[in-house]
């Protein structure tokens, strides 16, 4: 059964870049159709979709956070990686990984998600 | 692109069914068949519901069902049970600058 699991630190400073790693476990994160998303959540708030990559390296971003988000996969590892530059209190949130089928797949969804990781930015 | 509306809450009595609203436009609830929701408990990660539309993953109960109507798609909880108590999102493509936005989310309180 695939499983995702988030890591990084809980505590960034203002100005700072935000690191996240997702982890793959139970299946191949270089399976063909499927990209690896991340979604934020702020406190008592909604979701946000960050950006997702392909195992190739092919990525795509929300362009509201395109300037300053950059994700990764180390395919030897079976990970994928996220940095935000430049962070800011808003940025403060529960980040989730999640595998994403994306609508060229000719459906769309995100499962399943990581347990996901609460990342406070604050001085 | 703005998030997808939905009510900010729901309620219904055990056994009853209840449906849940997600209002788009064009761009996205109305133009495409990518619609999926998503439960999610307190602390938890959420979880896939239905997917394009009508779809049930394999083990979601079908006391879930999903639907469209033009820019607005519904998720139904029929048979409404204590642990059906949660927030819940809708997601949909759209083929604005941002192809992947969610709903605002509502929450579900079983009476």
């Known amino acids: 059964q695939l499983q995702l699991q988030e890591s990084g630190p809980g505590l960034v400073k203002p100005s700072e870049t935000l690191s996240l790693t997702c982890t793959v476990s139970?299946?191949?994160?270089?399976?063909?159709?499927?990209?690896w998303g991340w979604i934020r959540q702020p406190p008592g708030k909604g979701l946000e979709w960050i950006g997702s990559?392909?195992?190739?390296?092919?990525?795509y971003y929300n362009p509201s956070l395109k300037s300053r988000v950059t994700i990764s996969v180390d395919t030897s590892k079976n990970q994928f990686s996220l940095k935000l530059s430049s962070v800011t209190a808003a940025d403060t949130a529960v980040y989730y990984c999640?595998?994403?089928?994306?609508?060229?797949?000719?459906?769309?969804?995100?499962?399943?998600w990581g347990q996901g990781t609460l990342v406070t930015v604050s001085s | 692109q703005s998030a997808l509306t939905q009510p900010a809450s729901v309620s219904g009595s055990p056994g009853q069914s209840i449906t849940i609203s997600c209002t788009g436009t064009s761009s996205d609830v109305g133009g495409y068949n990518y619609v999926s929701w998503y439960q999610q408990h307190p602390g938890k990660a959420p979880k896939l519901m239905i997917y394009?539309?009508?779809n049930r993953p394999s083990g979601v109960s079908n006391r879930f069902s999903g639907s469209k109507s033009g820019n607005t798609a519904s998720l139904t909880i029929s048979g409404l049970q204590a642990e059906d108590e949660a927030d819940y999102y809708c997601s949909s493509y759209t083929s604005s600058s941002t192809p992947y936005v969610f709903g605002t989310g509502t929450k579900v309180t079983v009476l």
């Open positions: 139970g299946g191949s994160i270089s399976s063909s159709s499927y990209y």
């Open positions: 999640a595998r994403h089928l994306p609508a060229a797949a000719g459906t769309s969804w995100f499962d399943p």
């Open positions: 394009d539309v009508s």
């Open positions: 990559i392909y195992y190739s390296g092919s990525t």
